[in-house]
Antibody, heavy 122, light 106 residues
């Protein structure tokens, strides 16, 4: 069955960068967008942006433009999200999710990674 | 940016009771709306897509309705495992989530 497996938790200093990976299996990686979402401790879900694994095209929500970069490697069915210039406010669980849209219908974020905890601490 | 407002923030109910959760959009999202359940320490799980369609494996006690700007998620009879946080999400214009409704046991 379709699955997304993310890299393990990270602890970073303020000002550093972190790169989270999301490996897909059980489906055609290039057939679905990958969305990135984060959740700060005790807070709701916040959308960061998406990548089209087929073309490599990306879209970022304005808040994250310029300091979040999404890439992919189709040879290993893996999407990446890098956050630079980390601050304490970037402490969160970061999720990747498969975005299923087809034929003018929206089928939702139907497969989620397990989440990657990123802690920013001095 | 389309803003999704969920109400109430917290719903205190007993097992077997009916839960009605609301999600209102700041502008029309047509039917491009989904609902998710999140239990503590877990990733969100898709419940409803395209406003009213149950995702694979979701029990029939979960139902969604609405279109345009007003949407509802109904849980007809709460089971113990249904006490969790629920989020709505739109995909009509970029992507946004509502702030969530926590369904807690009374």
């Amino acid at each position: 069955q379709a699955q997304l497996v993310q890299s393990g938790g990270e602890v970073k200093r303020p000002g550093a960068s972190v790169k989270v990976s999301c490996q897909a299996s059980g489906y055609t990686f290039t057939g679905y967008y990958i969305q990135w979402v984060r959740q700060a401790p005790g807070q709701g879900l916040e959308w960061l942006g998406w990548i089209n694994p087929n073309s490599g095209a990306t879209e970022y929500t304005p808040k994250f433009q310029g300091w979040v970069t999404m890439t992919r490697d189709t040879s290993i069915s893996t999407a990446y999200m890098e956050v630079t210039r980390l601050t304490f406010d970037d402490t969160a669980v970061y999720y990747c999710a498969r975005d299923h849209s087809s034929g003018g219908y929206y089928f939702g974020l139907d497969v989620w990674g397990q989440g990657t905890a990123v802690t920013v601490s001095s | 940016e389309i803003v999704l407002t969920q109400s109430p923030a917290t719903l205190s109910l007993s097992p077997g009771e009916r839960a009605t959760l609301s999600c209102r959009a700041s502008q029309s999202v047509r039917s491009f709306l989904a609902w998710y359940q999140q239990r503590p320490g877990q990733a969100p799980r898709l419940l409803i897509y395209d406003a009213s369609n149950r995702a694979t494996g979701i029990p029939a006690r979960f139902s969604g309705s609405g279109s345009g700007t007003d949407f509802t998620l109904t849980i007809s009879s709460l089971e113990p495992e249904d006490f969790a946080v629920y989020y709505c999400q739109q995909r009509s214009n970029w992507l946004t989530f509502g702030g969530g409704t926590k369904v807690e046991m009374k």
